[in-house]
């Protein structure tokens, strides 16, 4: 049923209330229904609710709230769903909730959030995953979260943190260390933490350890 839709008010527009002051719930909107109107549930075997979407939001956007001042969640959009729209859950076979994404942000590239003042997890966002997206995990059997991603920082160069004086934790990565040169160790088969920078890896990128058998931990200024 949709209930109290568009319920006194003055605008509509195709189905939709798009007045600035719109403070009523699209409540189980696209609920077991089969077209979609713009951004809306389009899949006819959709039966999640979408609630409490663009709630209290002046613009929309493809289905999505862009203002810099929004502060509600996404709430269970695009949970277990096929398609993406620009930047979130696209993988067909993706149930886990894109939650608190973008939350409190003022822009969005491509799906992520790059503002300098960003000070919110990138909470785990591709868990599990086989693409990556721009500076995320990619390999198809990558199964570890990249939780505090680039947390707290303020360049980020193709998803990693590169300034000089950064002294935060990338589960250790870099830490307290002068020189970083292209990011992680770059073996094919490489599917453990980057903690302690290059601990017995094959491979070395410049200037870090490479002998197979190296197993001295890179911390600080000191070089193998």
């Not at 939350?103 to 491509?110: A, E, H, V, W």
């Not at 966002?125 to 680039?150: L, M, Q, W």
């Amino acid at each position: 049923m949709v209930m109290e839709f568009c319920y006194n008010r003055t605008p509509r527009v195709k189905g939709f209330c798009y007045s600035s002051t719109d403070t009523t719930r699209v409540r189980e909107f696209c609920y077991n229904r089969t077209p979609r109107v713009k951004g809306f549930c389009y899949s006819s075997t959709d039966t999640t609710m979408v609630m409490e979407f663009c709630y209290n939001r002046t613009p929309r956007v493809k289905g999505f709230c862009y203002s810099s001042t929004d502060s509600t969640r996404v709430r269970d959009f695009c949970y277990n769903r096929t398609p993406r729209l620009k930047g979130f859950c696209y993988s067909s076979a993706d149930s886990t909730r894109v939650r608190d994404f973008c939350y409190n942000r003022t822009p969005r590239l491509k799906g992520f959030c790059y503002s300098s003042t960003d000070s919110t997890r990138v909470r785990e966002f591709c868990y599990n995953r086989t693409p990556r997206v721009k500076g995320f995990c990619y390999s198809s059997t990558d199964t570890t979260r990249i939780r505090e991603f680039c947390y707290n920082r303020t360049p980020r160069v193709k998803g990693f943190c590169y300034s000089s004086t950064d002294t935060t934790r990338v589960r250790e990565f870099c830490y307290n260390g002068t020189q970083r040169v292209k990011d992680f160790c770059y073996s094919s088969t490489d599917t453990t933490r980057v903690g302690e920078f290059c601990y017995n890896r094959t491979p070395r990128v410049k200037d870090f350890c490479y002998r197979s058998k190296e197993t001295t931990i890179f911390s600080g200024n000191q070089f193998c």
